[in-house]
């Protein structure tokens, strides 16, 4: 079982940054990307951002093409931490963001998920 914890959101600009992370706790060996998802009111969930976590450092990285070039994805896995930095903010990005860990071993794959953050446009 892996528990995951978000942290960061909360109210910002439009053209601001802000910093999430998410806290990953519990058995991490089956755990090969973890990332951050988001969800719009009204709207389905969608990847914003992943990376792998098969190396000790590093790992490769991907982005939805709304938030390329503004967020960055990384990790740190001594701690067992993922941060989204969220740069030049705008309105779209307000929703609720969840951290996701891939487990796979196997033939069993499965995502688990935090609680959710909410990043709310105070423009």
């Known amino acids: 079982q892996v528990q995951l914890v978000e942290s960061g959101g909360g109210l910002v600009e439009a053209g601001k940054s802000l910093n999430l992370s998410c806290q990953a706790s519990g058995n991490m060996y089956t755990i090969k990307s973890m990332g951050w998802y988001r969800q719009a009111s009204g709207k389905e969930r969608e990847l914003v951002a992943s990376i792998t976590t098969t190396t000790t450092s590093g790992g490769s990285a991907k982005y939805a093409d709304s938030v390329k070039g503004r967020f960055n994805i990384s990790r740190d896995n001594a701690m067992n931490t993922v941060d989204l930095q969220m740069n030049s903010v705008n309105p779209e990005d307000a929703a609720v963001y969840y951290c996701?860990?891939?487990?796979?071993?196997?033939?069993?794959?499965?995502?688990?998920w935090g609680q959710g953050t909410q990043v709310t446009d105070s423009s």
């Open positions: 996701d860990a891939w487990s796979s071993y196997l033939s069993d794959n499965y995502a688990y």
